[in-house]
């Protein structure tokens, strides 16, 4: 099976507040053809520490991808550093230059003398086209490895990618081929999941099985390789039907969807409307509900009842109730699901309340304590929660419970 290394490239990706999405993209798409991904690598604008790991990779993966550093700028350092690797001289491009410039003149602008950088071409490399920005990609075979430097920004890097590199990988690829899925679990622990589907799983060496926990919920991997991709797909049908067995109800997504998602399509074919009344959450119900691309067709409206006046005056609470059993406890809670459904005059409506943090718990009502309920004309429920986490996670897994509360009433 081929293999492939992955290097992002850039300083920037070294600080708290950059993410490298490149390396998951391309990691999709080269599953897709049968290459096997078996390293990504995140590096600075630093020419040895870039040669270094540009030469590792060619010592051992026959594809490198690389992607930023391919700027104007004195730290865009990839053609040259990937040239020096491979032992390759940059030569200056005059049809490649020319297209630089004729760029910008498109845009109005005379070219700055700098971005004759973008035209320095690695000796023996084709030029990748890159209709959507300046500095074009580079293709080299070098020593029966195949590297690919490719722009950072994602709405140059991938159509470049598709179009160019990925045709090219798929002839090298061979007859293997691989598909992913995820299988997503509310309402059980790693543990749990695992103690009940371990049985099966480990019984298969193809497809592969990783169980992971993601912020609010656990996610089960599958992977499996095949000759075709409906081969691998009918082999992920296989385990994922044994599983569902095992788990029932707790799987919510078998695509890998998100529960917004789900919750959005269950609405939408049963011709079910919603509203929410959120508390400690702040909205977060509402806006990951409308995140989904037709809820209005199914989304009424969204109340954000934060203070004990607002639960009274927006969705009519009774404010003896807050007396007497504080903001956050299950009468509260339900009255606000039965508030915002009638006023909304939805089938349904669902609230949250708690104590979110860092601040305002106390021994009765800790931190992380949230109460979900939710209502229809016939019947109102809650859940009491103790959740885990800061503030940002205790919010976020409240809104898992709340639209997962609705998820099981839908099914």
């Known amino acids: 099976m081929l293999t492939a290394e992955i290097i992002a490239i850039g300083s920037e990706l070294l600080t708290p507040d950059r993410t490298d999405t490149n390396s998951l993209w391309l990691t999709e798409k080269l599953n897709g053809i049968g290459v096997e991904v078996k390293l990504k690598t995140v590096v600075g604008d630093d020419d040895a520490r870039l040669e270094e790991t540009i030469r590792d990779a060619l010592r051992r993966s026959r594809v490198v991808i690389t992607t930023g550093g391919l700027g104007p700028t004195e730290d865009d350092i990839t053609r040259k550093i990937a040239g020096r690797a491979m032992g390759r001289r940059l030569m200056l491009n005059e049809q490649v230059l020319d297209g630089v410039r004729a760029k910008f003149i498109a845009m109005g602008r005379a070219m700055p003398e ?54 090219k990988l798929a002839a090298k690829a061979g007859d293997v081929r691989v598909a992913r899925r995820i299988l997503r679990v509310a309402g059980m622990g790693e543990s749990a999941v695992d103690e009940r589907i371990a049985p099966v799983y480990t019984q298969y060496k193809n497809p592969q099985t990783t169980i992971l926990f993601n912020k609010s919920e656990i996610e089960i991997q599958l992977t499996a390789q095949a000759k075709t991709e409906r081969d691998a797909e009918l082999l992920l049908d296989g385990l994922a039907g044994q599983i569902e067995e095992r788990l029932g109800d707790a799987i919510f997504a078998f695509r890998g969807e998100m529960m917004e998602e789900i919750v959005g399509l269950r609405l939408a074919v049963g011709g079910f409307t919603l509203a929410v009344a959120e508390s400690c959450t702040g909205g977060l119900v509402a806006q990951r509900i409308t995140e989904v691309a037709g809820s209005s067709n199914y989304f009424k409206e969204g109340v954000v009842a934060y203070a004990n006046e607002s639960k009274v005056r927006l969705v009519g609470v009774p404010s003896e109730l807050i007396t007497e059993y504080g903001a956050v406890s299950a009468p509260v809670a339900e009255a606000m699901a039965e508030g915002v459904r009638q006023r909304a005059d939805a089938d349904f409506g669902i609230s949250v309340t708690g104590v979110a943090g860092p601040g305002g718990g106390s021994p009765e009502k800790p931190i992380g304590l949230v109460y979900v309920a939710l209502a229809d004309d016939a019947h109102t429920e809650h859940r009491k929660l103790m959740l885990p986490g800061d503030r940002q996670l205790i919010r976020w897994r409240a809104s898992q419970a709340a639209l997962d509360l609705l998820r099981r009433r839908l099914i």
Request: aromatic residues 4%; glycine residues 10%; hydrophobic residues 45%.
């Open 114 to 167: 700098i971005n004759a950088r973008q035209a320095m071409i690695i000796e023996g490399a084709e030029v990748l086209d890159n209709p959507r920005g300046t500095a074009p990609g580079l293709f080299v075979e070098h020593e029966g490895r195949s590297v690919a430097l490719l722009p950072g920004p994602p709405r140059e890097m991938r159509p470049m990618f598709e179009t160019l590199v990925l045709p």
